[in-house]
């Protein structure tokens, strides 16, 4: 039996096992979503919806013209979207202010409206609701009571359709006009899901990426630092450490962003109904397992050059600040994905997988240049495995001093021989 | 092929530099299967780069190196334990955890390593803290823990670098107890140590290096005896003795130590007929040949290289 894959896998399962422990990872994996969820609920929550809360509303009509119904289903603003939840206003007729008053500090109602008798000359309806309560809650009544007016302004003088029309005067649909003319509806969610969401991708596979491959360079240095590496290399050799500890925190990584993405589709299918296409999800994928590799044999490099934890971070913290230039430059990618600064930084390996996928999300990128940025990545993470992989064996067990870039050249070129 | 079997490692002009500087040179020397085998010598003699050629963790730049009576395979990988010199463990996980990962990578079955492992914790009343963090260990425990990842997988070589160092007395006892033990079992072990004191007790053969070359090899006993300086160590009931042994012929020289007279006999004066002669002229309560200590040997060898 071969025992090469099996001492690689051993390595693997355990990085994977010791990493998905580590507090910063559950910190990580989990903060996302809660943030997500946060983003998304607040402000339905802010606007102070309770769906579920029924009022009554009390009601003085001294133009005596208006027809209130009994009650009305409130379908505003509502969280969750496969079963709208509503409310029920129930609208109850006072005859004089006094006792509509009586009834709202008797918390028999929970605000009245008063319709003044020069309503149709001002148009101004006043409502009254108890003091410190959030007038928010009666936000909504607004639609409701336009409705209610234009109806017993408008029912019998108009036919059905032009009151419909006048209740909901416009409603804008989105189209785009593609190359060949063809056109093709867009709702709100399909723009968010192939403007928003391929932007979101692109920043979880970033974290992702960076939070992995943190995860092996800390692993590298601490192993190098409290010097067990000497007993690993008794028993494996560099290569199967170091592919190992891809493979493990690869893992880690696809993990991570299957719950933040699930999350996001969780979470985002709650608040905005939006699905996320395979065409966005396969090249995510693409993006994440190249960047992945390219970042993780990079700080595996780095983690066995520098002699310390403290020391391999100073060192990494250079190439993640170039990984992290597309934020950086994110506002220049949006409003221009097709200038040439834009193109540069979606096929420079260091920063192509969220540039590209940011460009992505807001153009459509030729399939050449898609093609090209995956190819030059194919080619920079299979020259930094080499590298990164003859420092692994170079430099591993050597302790005390970082050695000078010089020094560090020479040793790869005699380890090619 | 017989006398290849016998051996479980074997070195020939085994030489590594780095960096253009010689740390070992034309190094020759073999272990044999069931021997305890000292690797002895100054700081930067290149014992760690020896142990480290012979682990396959570095390659050397030319001469032969045969673990088993061949090329170090992985699978002969396995069959070696390796305690270092500088010391690690993973600090944040569980001591059970460790231990059966460290065994797995030698290629034990994940249930068969739980055992071991709980077998030896228990062996050394370490079986309460298998769950506990090995930060959260005392540094005596962690160097006991050091010492059975090394032997976890029942290794039929186990290199020892440096076992002693920072192990106070009695687990100091207990570590060569345990060599011993292992040695009785008819495990071979490489100790590489400056503490010659136990390495005169346990070893039997050696190999000293310095400035990475050789400058002793073979059995304890026989370099003791090579190096020994032909003298006689005696002690006597009554002080006025020492004058009636002046007077015996054939002493070119006395050096008194004490309590004790040490000898030297003049060339090609029989050790035997000098003990007669002795103990018709005074009241001995010892007689002792003796050899010097590895220790010395040590530093006349180191003393002598450095003077050339």
Same mark, same amino acid.
């Given at each position: 039996?071969?025992?090469?894959?099996?001492?690689?896998?051993?390595?693997?399962?355990?990085?994977?096992?010791?990493?998905?422990?580590?507090?910063?990872?559950?910190?990580?994996?989990?903060?996302?979503?809660?943030?997500?969820?946060?983003?998304?609920?607040?402000?339905?929550?802010?606007?102070?919806?309770?769906?579920?809360?029924?009022?009554?509303?009390?009601?003085?009509?001294?133009?005596?013209?208006?027809?209130?119904?009994?009650?009305?289903?409130?379908?505003?603003?509502?969280?969750?979207?496969?079963?709208?939840?509503?409310?029920?206003?129930?609208?109850?007729?006072?005859?004089?202010?006094?006792?509509?008053?009586?009834?709202?500090?008797?918390?028999?109602?929970?605000?009245?409206?008063?319709?003044?008798?020069?309503?149709?000359?001002?148009?101004?309806?006043?409502?009254?609701?108890?003091?410190?309560?959030?007038?928010?809650?009666?936000?909504?009544?607004?639609?409701?009571?336009?409705?209610?007016?234009?109806?017993?302004?408008?029912?019998?003088?108009?036919?059905?359709?032009?009151?419909?029309?006048?209740?909901?005067?416009?409603?804008?649909?989105?189209?785009?006009?593609?190359?060949?003319?063809?056109?093709?509806?867009?709702?709100?969610?399909?723009?968010?899901?192939?403007?928003?969401?391929?932007?979101?991708?692109?920043?979880?596979?970033?974290?992702?990426?960076?939070?992995?491959?943190?995860?092996?360079?800390?692993?590298?240095?601490?192993?190098?630092?409290?010097?067990?590496?000497?007993?690993?290399?008794?028993?494996?050799?560099?290569?199967?450490?170091?592919?190992?500890?891809?493979?493990?925190?690869?893992?880690?990584?696809?993990?991570?962003?299957?719950?933040?993405?699930?999350?996001?589709?969780?979470?985002?299918?709650?608040?905005?109904?939006?699905?996320?296409?395979?065409?966005?999800?396969?090249?995510?994928?693409?993006?994440?397992?190249?960047?992945?590799?390219?970042?993780?044999?990079?700080?595996?490099?780095?983690?066995?050059?520098?002699?310390?934890?403290?020391?391999?971070?100073?060192?990494?913290?250079?190439?993640?600040?170039?990984?992290?230039?597309?934020?950086?430059?994110?506002?220049?990618?949006?409003?221009?994905?097709?200038?040439?600064?834009?193109?540069?930084?979606?096929?420079?390996?260091?920063?192509?997988?969220?540039?590209?996928?940011?460009?992505?999300?807001?153009?459509?990128?030729?399939?050449?240049?898609?093609?090209?940025?995956?190819?030059?990545?194919?080619?920079?993470?299979?020259?930094?495995?080499?590298?990164?992989?003859?420092?692994?064996?170079?430099?591993?067990?050597?302790?005390?001093?970082?050695?000078?870039?010089?020094?560090?050249?020479?040793?790869?070129?005699?380890?090619?021989? | 092929?017989?006398?290849?079997?016998?051996?479980?490692?074997?070195?020939?002009?085994?030489?590594?530099?780095?960096?253009?500087?010689?740390?070992?040179?034309?190094?020759?020397?073999?272990?044999?299967?069931?021997?305890?085998?000292?690797?002895?010598?100054?700081?930067?003699?290149?014992?760690?780069?020896?142990?480290?050629?012979?682990?396959?963790?570095?390659?050397?730049?030319?001469?032969?190196?045969?673990?088993?009576?061949?090329?170090?395979?992985?699978?002969?990988?396995?069959?070696?334990?390796?305690?270092?010199?500088?010391?690690?463990?993973?600090?944040?996980?569980?001591?059970?955890?460790?231990?059966?990962?460290?065994?797995?990578?030698?290629?034990?079955?994940?249930?068969?390593?739980?055992?071991?492992?709980?077998?030896?914790?228990?062996?050394?009343?370490?079986?309460?803290?298998?769950?506990?963090? %090995? #930060?959260?260990?005392? =540094? @005596?425990?962690?160097?006991? +823990?050091?010492?059975? /990842?090394? &032997?976890?997988?029942?290794? *039929?070589?186990?290199?020892?670098?440096?076992?002693?160092?920072?192990?106070?007395?009695?687990?100091?006892?207990?570590?060569?107890?345990?060599?011993?033990?292992?040695?009785?079992?008819?495990?071979?072990?490489?100790?590489?140590?400056?503490?010659?004191?136990?390495?005169?007790?346990?070893?039997?053969?050696?190999?000293?290096?310095?400035?990475?070359?050789?400058?002793?090899?073979?059995?304890?006993?026989?370099?003791?005896?090579?190096?020994?300086?032909?003298?006689?160590? %005696? #002690?006597?009931?009554? =002080? @006025?003795?020492?004058?009636? +042994?002046?007077?015996? /012929?054939? &002493?070119?020289?006395?050096? *008194?130590?004490?309590?004790?007279?040490?000898?030297?006999?003049?060339?090609?004066?029989?050790?035997?007929?000098?003990?007669?002669?002795?103990?018709?002229?005074?009241?001995?309560?010892?007689?002792?040949?003796?050899?010097?200590?590895?220790?010395?040997?040590?530093?006349?060898?180191?003393?002598?290289?450095?003077?050339?």
């Amino acid at each position: 039996m071969n025992s090469f894959p099996e001492k690689t896998f051993i390595v693997a399962r355990h990085e994977f096992t010791k990493t998905i422990k580590r507090k910063e990872f559950l910190f990580m994996t989990f903060f996302f979503p809660l943030l997500f969820a946060g983003i998304s609920i607040l402000p339905a929550m802010l606007s102070g919806m309770n769906p579920a809360e029924d009022q009554k509303v009390g009601y003085i009509d001294l133009t005596e013209s208006f027809e209130f119904p009994k009650s009305i289903q409130n379908e505003g603003l509502s969280i969750g979207s496969s079963e709208t939840k509503t409310s029920v206003i129930e609208f109850v007729m006072y005859r004089e202010i006094s006792n509509a008053k009586q009834a709202l500090q008797a918390g028999q109602i929970s605000s009245y409206l008063v319709i003044p008798e020069d309503f149709l000359k001002t148009g101004t309806i006043e409502l009254y609701s108890p003091e410190k309560e959030a007038s928010m809650s009666n936000f909504e009544l607004s639609s409701e009571l336009s409705d209610i007016v234009i109806t017993s302004l408008l029912e019998g003088k108009v036919d059905e359709s032009t009151l419909n029309r006048v209740r909901n005067p416009v409603n804008i649909k989105f189209y785009n006009i593609g190359k060949s003319g063809e056109s093709s509806e867009r709702s709100i969610a399909d723009i968010f899901a192939s403007f928003g969401l391929p932007i979101l991708t692109a920043f979880l596979l970033l974290f992702s990426i960076f939070s992995s491959s943190g995860f092996l360079l800390r692993g590298v240095a601490e192993e190098k630092e409290n010097r067990i590496i000497e007993i690993l290399l008794s028993s494996v050799t560099p290569t199967e450490i170091l592919t190992g500890k891809i493979l493990g925190l690869g893992a880690v990584g696809l993990l991570q962003i299957g719950i933040w993405l699930a999350a996001v589709v969780f979470g985002s299918g709650y608040a905005l109904p939006v699905k996320i296409e395979p065409y966005t999800l396969l090249f995510a994928l693409i993006y994440f397992v190249l960047g992945f590799l390219f970042f993780a044999s990079m700080m595996a490099g780095i983690g066995a050059v520098t002699g310390s934890l403290q020391e391999s971070q100073q060192v990494a913290g250079i190439f993640t600040f170039a990984a992290a230039l597309p934020l950086i430059f994110m506002q220049l990618i949006l409003t221009n994905p097709g200038s040439p600064f834009s193109v540069f930084l979606s096929l420079f390996p260091l920063t192509s997988p969220i540039a590209m996928l940011t460009r992505m999300g807001v153009t459509a990128v030729p399939i050449s240049q898609i093609l090209v940025s995956i190819f030059i990545l194919l080619i920079s993470v299979y020259v930094v495995i080499l590298l990164s992989g003859r420092l692994f064996r170079t430099y591993l067990l050597m302790y005390g001093k970082r050695p000078k870039v010089k020094e560090i050249w020479k040793n790869i070129r005699t380890e090619s021989r | 092929m017989y006398l290849i079997l016998m051996h479980a490692v074997e070195f020939e002009n085994v030489s590594k530099s780095f960096s253009e500087k010689n740390i070992l040179e034309n190094i020759s020397f073999s272990v044999r299967q069931g021997e305890i085998f000292g690797l002895l010598g100054p700081n930067g003699a290149g014992k760690t780069t020896l142990i480290r050629l012979l682990l396959d963790i570095i390659r050397p730049d030319s001469g032969e190196i045969r673990v088993f009576g061949d090329f170090l395979s992985p699978a002969a990988k396995n069959r070696i334990g390796y305690l270092p010199e500088e010391r690690g463990l993973y600090k944040k996980t569980r001591l059970l955890d460790m231990l059966v990962y460290l065994a797995q990578l030698k290629g034990i079955p994940e249930n068969q390593a739980r055992l071991n492992a709980e077998s030896l914790l228990k062996s050394l009343e370490l079986d309460q803290y298998k769950n506990k963090k %090995v #930060e959260e260990l005392s =540094k @005596g425990m962690q160097q006991k +823990i050091q010492f059975l /990842s090394a &032997i976890i997988h029942e290794p *039929e070589l186990l290199i020892l670098d440096e076992p002693f160092s920072g192990l106070d007395p009695v687990n100091t006892k207990t570590v060569m107890v345990r060599i011993l033990g292992l040695r009785a079992s008819g495990k071979t072990i490489i100790l590489s140590t400056h503490m010659m004191e136990q390495a005169q007790t346990l070893c039997d053969r050696i190999l000293m290096l310095n400035k990475g070359r050789r400058v002793l090899y073979g059995p304890v006993d026989e370099i003791r005896k090579e190096h020994g300086k032909n003298s006689l160590i %005696v #002690e006597f009931a009554e =002080k @006025g003795n020492l004058n009636a +042994i002046r007077e015996i /012929s054939g &002493i070119k020289k006395i050096i *008194e130590h004490g309590k004790s007279v040490e000898l030297f006999p003049e060339e090609g004066i029989s050790v035997q007929l000098l003990l007669e002669e002795l103990v018709r002229k005074a009241n001995l309560t010892r007689f002792e040949k003796t050899f010097p200590s590895l220790n010395e040997i040590f530093i006349e060898t180191l003393e002598s290289v450095s003077n050339e």
